[in-house]
């Protein structure tokens, strides 16, 4: 049993800054991936940024350079501090984490989501 708790969602003015969190807890083994995914109405949820055990991190081509992704894996939790925040940035954000247990066997678990709003 693996839970997800996100926060920091909210309504910001273009340009603005937000910092997202999620906190994984429960039955965990050892973490492989956090990541955050996005979906604005009428369109596909999307990748945003991910890091993985080892550090290496991942952007979507238009949060890079404005977002940052990271990790404390002593407390299994990952924030995304979002800068110089756009319109087209307004979606729900969902926290995803992909687990192993013992066994090296995978489960993956998505966060409930956060509402981003960016409007003046």
């Known amino acids: 049993q693996v839970q997800l708790v996100e926060s920091g969602g909210g309504l910001v003015q273009p340009g603005g800054s937000l910092r997202l969190s999620c906190a994984a807890s429960g039955s965990i083994f050892s973490i492989r991936t956090m990541g955050w995914y996005r979906q604005a109405p009428g369109k596909q949820r999307e990748l945003v940024a991910i890091?993985?055990?080892?550090?290496?991190?991942n952007y979507a081509e238009s949060v890079e350079g404005r977002f940052t992704i990271s990790r404390a894996n002593t407390k299994n939790t990952v924030d995304l501090q979002m800068n110089i925040l756009k319109p087209e940035d307004a979606a729900v954000y969902y926290c995803?984490?992909?687990?192993?247990?013992?066994?090296?066997?995978?489960?993956?678990?998505w966060g409930q989501g956060t509402q981003v709003t960016v409007s003046s």
């Open positions: 995803n984490v992909r687990i192993e247990d013992f066994r090296l066997y995978e489960s993956v678990y």
């Open positions: 890091i993985a055990s080892g550090g290496t991190t």
